[in-house]
Protein backbone atom coordinates (compact mmCIF):
# COMPACT_ATOMS: atom_id res chain seq x y z
CA UNK A 1 0.00 0.00 0.00
CA UNK A 2 1.58 3.58 -0.72
CA UNK A 3 1.83 5.48 2.23
CA UNK A 4 3.76 8.62 3.34
CA UNK A 5 4.34 8.60 6.83
CA UNK A 6 5.08 11.62 9.59
CA UNK A 7 6.48 11.53 12.55
CA UNK A 8 5.23 13.02 15.14
CA UNK A 9 1.51 13.17 14.79
CA UNK A 10 1.25 15.54 17.31
CA UNK A 11 3.96 17.82 19.68
CA UNK A 12 3.58 20.44 21.81
CA UNK A 13 7.26 22.55 23.13
CA UNK A 14 8.58 25.55 23.51
CA UNK A 15 10.11 28.64 21.66
CA UNK A 16 13.41 27.90 20.47
CA UNK A 17 13.91 23.98 21.04
CA UNK A 18 15.24 22.39 17.84
CA UNK A 19 12.61 19.69 16.37
CA UNK A 20 12.33 17.66 13.80
CA UNK A 21 9.14 16.15 11.96
CA UNK A 22 9.92 13.05 10.05
CA UNK A 23 8.44 11.79 6.59
CA UNK A 24 8.90 8.97 4.92
CA UNK A 25 7.87 7.31 1.48
CA UNK A 26 7.27 4.12 0.20
CA UNK A 27 6.73 4.98 -3.52
CA UNK A 28 9.96 5.17 -4.89
CA UNK A 29 9.08 8.88 -5.85
CA UNK A 30 11.35 11.79 -6.34
CA UNK A 31 9.75 14.52 -5.93
CA UNK A 32 8.35 15.26 -2.23
CA UNK A 33 7.23 18.71 -0.48
CA UNK A 34 6.24 20.21 2.56
CA UNK A 35 3.30 22.19 3.68
CA UNK A 36 0.93 24.03 6.24
CA UNK A 37 -2.52 24.28 6.57
CA UNK A 38 -3.57 27.37 8.60
CA UNK A 39 -7.43 28.17 8.81
CA UNK A 40 -8.23 30.98 6.03
CA UNK A 41 -4.54 30.43 4.30
CA UNK A 42 -4.99 27.10 2.91
CA UNK A 43 -2.13 24.89 2.08
CA UNK A 44 1.07 26.78 1.21
CA UNK A 45 4.37 25.05 0.00
CA UNK A 46 7.37 24.91 2.44
CA UNK A 47 10.14 23.61 0.51
CA UNK A 48 10.22 21.10 -1.94
CA UNK A 49 12.61 18.39 -2.99
CA UNK A 50 12.77 17.21 -7.15
CA UNK A 51 15.49 14.35 -5.58
CA UNK A 52 18.04 13.05 -3.07
CA UNK A 53 20.35 16.26 -2.57
CA UNK A 54 18.03 18.62 -4.74
CA UNK A 55 15.72 21.18 -2.64
CA UNK A 56 14.73 24.74 -3.13
CA UNK A 57 11.67 26.75 -1.22
CA UNK A 58 8.49 26.85 -1.75
CA UNK A 59 5.97 30.35 -0.77
CA UNK A 60 6.70 30.27 2.96
CA UNK A 61 10.49 28.45 3.97
CA UNK A 62 11.69 31.01 6.42
CA UNK A 63 12.10 29.42 10.03
CA UNK A 64 12.51 25.80 8.56
CA UNK A 65 15.51 23.85 6.87
CA UNK A 66 15.10 20.46 4.97
CA UNK A 67 17.20 18.03 4.17
CA UNK A 68 16.88 15.06 1.24
CA UNK A 69 19.97 12.38 1.63
CA UNK A 70 17.47 9.03 0.75
CA UNK A 71 15.11 9.10 -1.84
CA UNK A 72 12.42 8.26 0.90
CA UNK A 73 13.20 10.30 3.64
CA UNK A 74 12.34 14.57 3.53
CA UNK A 75 12.90 15.78 7.46
CA UNK A 76 11.49 19.39 8.02
CA UNK A 77 13.58 20.77 10.57
CA UNK A 78 12.52 23.68 12.73
CA UNK A 79 16.05 24.89 14.41
CA UNK A 80 14.53 27.73 16.42
CA UNK A 81 10.86 27.39 16.40
CA UNK A 82 8.40 30.24 17.29
CA UNK A 83 4.82 30.69 18.06
CA UNK A 84 4.07 31.59 14.67
CA UNK A 85 4.96 28.23 13.21
CA UNK A 86 2.67 26.96 15.26
CA UNK A 87 0.62 24.92 12.90
CA UNK A 88 -0.70 21.33 10.37
CA UNK A 89 2.05 20.03 8.87
CA UNK A 90 1.69 18.08 5.61
CA UNK A 91 4.70 15.97 4.36
CA UNK A 92 3.36 15.33 0.27
CA UNK A 93 5.08 12.95 -2.84
CA UNK A 94 4.39 12.61 -6.14
CA UNK A 95 4.97 11.32 -9.53
CA UNK A 96 7.20 12.23 -12.00
CA UNK A 97 5.26 14.56 -13.88
CA UNK A 98 3.82 18.11 -12.28
CA UNK A 99 0.32 17.06 -13.62
CA UNK A 100 0.26 13.64 -11.30
CA UNK A 101 -1.43 14.17 -8.28
CA UNK A 102 0.46 14.30 -4.56
CA UNK A 103 -0.14 12.07 -1.77
CA UNK A 104 -0.18 13.15 1.57
CA UNK A 105 0.61 11.71 4.61
CA UNK A 106 -1.82 12.58 8.00
CA UNK A 107 -0.73 15.62 9.00
CA UNK A 108 1.79 16.85 11.86
CA UNK A 109 0.25 19.10 14.69
CA UNK A 110 2.62 21.23 16.40
CA UNK A 111 1.99 23.86 19.11
CA UNK A 112 4.55 25.95 20.02
CA UNK A 113 4.43 27.92 23.27
CA UNK B 1 0.71 34.87 -9.09
CA UNK B 2 -1.83 32.08 -9.77
CA UNK B 3 -5.02 32.26 -7.21
CA UNK B 4 -7.69 30.14 -6.37
CA UNK B 5 -10.80 30.96 -4.62
CA UNK B 6 -13.22 28.37 -3.43
CA UNK B 7 -16.93 29.12 -2.56
CA UNK B 8 -18.82 28.58 -0.11
CA UNK B 9 -16.51 28.11 2.74
CA UNK B 10 -19.27 26.11 4.37
CA UNK B 11 -22.13 23.98 2.83
CA UNK B 12 -24.62 21.85 5.02
CA UNK B 13 -27.01 19.44 2.98
CA UNK B 14 -29.77 17.27 4.02
CA UNK B 15 -29.02 13.59 2.57
CA UNK B 16 -29.94 13.71 -1.16
CA UNK B 17 -29.82 17.18 -1.84
CA UNK B 18 -27.82 18.01 -4.74
CA UNK B 19 -25.63 20.66 -4.52
CA UNK B 20 -22.39 22.10 -5.89
CA UNK B 21 -19.19 23.41 -5.23
CA UNK B 22 -17.32 26.22 -7.26
CA UNK B 23 -13.59 26.77 -7.69
CA UNK B 24 -12.47 29.97 -9.35
CA UNK B 25 -9.02 30.22 -10.92
CA UNK B 26 -6.14 32.28 -12.33
CA UNK B 27 -3.35 31.07 -13.68
CA UNK B 28 -0.92 31.32 -15.88
CA UNK B 29 -1.08 28.61 -18.55
CA UNK B 30 -3.01 25.46 -16.92
CA UNK B 31 -1.52 22.25 -16.64
CA UNK B 32 -3.87 20.70 -14.61
CA UNK B 33 -6.96 21.05 -11.69
CA UNK B 34 -6.71 19.07 -8.99
CA UNK B 35 -9.74 18.26 -6.54
CA UNK B 36 -9.52 16.50 -2.86
CA UNK B 37 -11.10 15.97 -0.31
CA UNK B 38 -9.88 16.15 3.72
CA UNK B 39 -11.18 14.23 6.68
CA UNK B 40 -10.59 15.35 10.05
CA UNK B 41 -7.36 14.16 10.99
CA UNK B 42 -6.11 13.60 7.76
CA UNK B 43 -4.48 14.40 5.06
CA UNK B 44 -5.52 15.49 1.27
CA UNK B 45 -6.89 12.51 -0.44
CA UNK B 46 -6.60 13.10 -4.58
CA UNK B 47 -10.08 12.84 -6.19
CA UNK B 48 -9.82 14.12 -9.97
CA UNK B 49 -7.27 16.07 -12.12
CA UNK B 50 -8.51 17.83 -14.93
CA UNK B 51 -6.77 19.43 -17.84
CA UNK B 52 -8.67 21.22 -20.21
CA UNK B 53 -11.87 23.51 -20.64
CA UNK B 54 -14.70 21.03 -21.28
CA UNK B 55 -13.74 18.00 -19.36
CA UNK B 56 -16.00 16.37 -16.89
CA UNK B 57 -14.62 13.10 -14.81
CA UNK B 58 -17.05 10.97 -12.35
CA UNK B 59 -16.72 9.19 -9.26
CA UNK B 60 -19.42 7.32 -7.82
CA UNK B 61 -21.76 10.76 -6.43
CA UNK B 62 -19.47 13.53 -7.66
CA UNK B 63 -18.32 14.70 -10.52
CA UNK B 64 -15.94 17.47 -11.34
CA UNK B 65 -16.07 20.09 -14.62
CA UNK B 66 -13.94 22.25 -15.73
CA UNK B 67 -14.07 25.81 -17.58
CA UNK B 68 -11.39 28.20 -18.38
CA UNK B 69 -12.29 30.43 -15.47
CA UNK B 70 -13.45 27.69 -13.32
CA UNK B 71 -14.18 24.12 -12.11
CA UNK B 72 -17.05 22.95 -10.36
CA UNK B 73 -17.72 19.56 -8.14
CA UNK B 74 -21.17 18.53 -8.13
CA UNK B 75 -22.67 16.46 -5.66
CA UNK B 76 -25.48 13.90 -6.31
CA UNK B 77 -27.75 12.78 -3.42
CA UNK B 78 -25.22 13.06 -0.77
CA UNK B 79 -25.02 11.18 2.12
CA UNK B 80 -23.71 11.14 5.17
CA UNK B 81 -20.27 9.62 4.66
CA UNK B 82 -19.51 12.66 2.05
CA UNK B 83 -18.95 15.17 4.89
CA UNK B 84 -15.49 16.24 4.44
CA UNK B 85 -13.78 19.40 3.40
CA UNK B 86 -13.05 19.44 -0.69
CA UNK B 87 -10.19 21.54 -1.99
CA UNK B 88 -9.14 22.74 -5.08
CA UNK B 89 -5.75 23.11 -6.50
CA UNK B 90 -3.95 24.58 -9.73
CA UNK B 91 -0.99 23.43 -11.57
CA UNK B 92 0.26 25.81 -14.00
CA UNK B 93 2.45 25.50 -16.99
CA UNK B 94 5.51 27.51 -15.37
CA UNK B 95 8.62 25.96 -14.70
CA UNK B 96 7.93 25.99 -11.24
CA UNK B 97 7.20 23.24 -8.86
CA UNK B 98 4.54 25.17 -7.43
CA UNK B 99 0.63 23.82 -6.82
CA UNK B 100 -1.64 26.55 -5.41
CA UNK B 101 -4.28 25.27 -3.43
CA UNK B 102 -7.88 26.69 -2.13
CA UNK B 103 -8.59 27.39 1.57
CA UNK B 104 -11.88 24.56 0.76
CA UNK B 105 -15.47 24.17 1.52
CA UNK B 106 -16.41 22.19 3.89
CA UNK B 107 -19.45 20.12 3.32
CA UNK B 108 -21.89 18.66 5.91
CA UNK B 109 -23.82 16.25 4.90
CA UNK B 110 -27.17 15.61 7.11
CA UNK B 111 -29.21 12.25 7.35
Known amino acids: EAQVTQNPRYLITVTGKKLTVTCSQN?????MSWYRQDPGLGLRQIYY???????DKGDVPEGYKVSRKEKRNFPLILESPSPNQTSLYFC????????????FGDGTRLSIL | EDQVTQSPEALRLQEGESSSLNCSYT??????LFWYRQDPGKGPEFLFT???AGEEKEKERLKATLTKKESFLHITAPKPEDSATYLC????????????FGIGTKLQVIP
Open chain 2, 27 to 32: VSGLRG
Open chain 2, 50 to 52: LYS
Open chain 1, 92 to 103: ATRGPSMDQPQH
Open chain 1, 49 to 55: SMNVEVT
Open chain 1, 27 to 31: MNHEY
Open chain 2, 89 to 100: AVQSRGGYQKVT
